[in-house]
């Protein structure tokens, strides 16, 4: 079973930055497609951003292309996003999640999920 604990979110000011870190338990984390999705309040979940297994190829939704970055460090088992110039509507709980495998992006079928961390962003 692997664990996902995520960390780093908080309250933000409307321009500013946040950068959040999922830490994982697994020892094949160099093997994983790791994402990031967030649900506002009274919202669905949804994708936000994704890297694959190597780190190599990364995606992301529209309303965050420019402005987000996933990234991932394989010796450290860790993935983040990076949040700049952060709007209002940033304002959701985020979730990590990871799948073992090569396929990656926003439709994969995500096997492990975070508890989530809370970010607010305000106007």
């Known amino acids: 079973q692997v664990q996902l604990v995520e960390s780093g979110g908080r309250l933000v000011q409307a321009g500013g930055s946040l950068r959040l870190s999922c830490a994982t338990s697994?020892?094949?984390?160099?093997?994983?497609?790791m994402g990031w999705f967030r649900q506002a309040p009274g919202k669905e979940r949804e994708f936000v951003a994704a890297?694959?297994?190597?780190?190599?190829?990364?995606y992301y939704a529209d309303s965050v292309k420019g402005r987000f970055t996933i990234s991932k460090n394989n010796a450290k088992n860790t993935v983040y996003l990076q949040m700049n110039s952060l709007k209002p509507e940033d304002t959701a709980v985020y979730y990590c999640?990871?799948?073992?495998?090569?396929?990656?992006?926003?439709?994969?079928?995500?096997?492990?999920w975070g508890q989530g961390t809370q970010v607010t962003v305000s106007s």
């Open positions: 999640a990871g799948s073992r495998g090569l396929l990656c992006g926003p439709n994969r079928d995500f096997d492990y």
């Open positions: 697994g020892r094949t984390f160099n093997t994983y497609c």
């Open positions: 890297i694959n297994y190597s780190g190599g190829s990364t």
